[in-house]
């Protein structure tokens, strides 16, 4: 795991393509990728390569190395057999980073996860979850023009042992090299003063155009206030991120809806007969 050592490198930025430039670089990315593109022709969808050419300023060469390095993991990790099944019988573990029913003002998907809840399964378990998550997320994005994630975490509650820091190094090296071009904007919520000293030392590894993503935000802080306003519909926010919705997350109802995305994914052969028929 050498990788989880290494330091982020500052890109060179280059102006967005137009919407005629963004597609002749897919078709070019096509090219460099060969044969590939017959071995995993759902992953490699136009949607996808255009994630990979935003996350690496519009540069076809590293787009496709990227790509590359995307398509020898899912081959070991198989991500796209992962469905809601493996998970069904940990709820805690649901409860501790799912996506919501509702997306923020501009449409983009919101993931929420609550760092206070302690974790009772194994770190492999967890990264297993975390990919599960964002194969969704990224189904969600492909033909989008923008990044289209929304990642909330909220800190109430949060000690060193919450998040182990190699393992959120490994969270950021899969979302960074496999998931590219996802996140749109990262909520920080009421980080307690401790976690100062653990985010010096994490985002030296988050790459600055996700990190400039980066919001912290706090329940007693009026500008905050205003940030989450302004992106959300305050009645289905979480009471835990400042809105109005009390509700606890309904296991049942989240279930089903996985179990439907993971039968539009092609996840999990023996998904379609456990999908409701209403």
Known sequence: MSYLFRTRSDPTLQ?????EE???KVDDVRELLGDLQKEMPSFL???TIRRFLRAKNWSTEQAAKALKGAVKWRRQFKPEEICWEDFAGIEHEVRRAYIPDYLDKNGRTVFVVMTSIKSLTSTKERMKQLVY???NMAMNSDGTQEENVIWMCNFHGWTLSSTPLWETRESLHIIQNYYPGLIGAAILSNPPKIFESFWKIVKRFIEPTLEEKVKFVYSNNSDSQR???DMFDMDKLESAFG??????LDISKYAERMRRRDQLRGACKHANSNISSS
């Open 15 to 19: 102006k967005p393509a137009s919407s």
């Open 22 to 24: 963004q597609q002749r």
């Open 45 to 47: 969808s136009d949607g």
């Open 133 to 135: 998550n964002l194969e």
């Open 227 to 229: 940030i989450m306003s």
């Open 243 to 248: 809105g109005r919705n009390t509700a606890s």
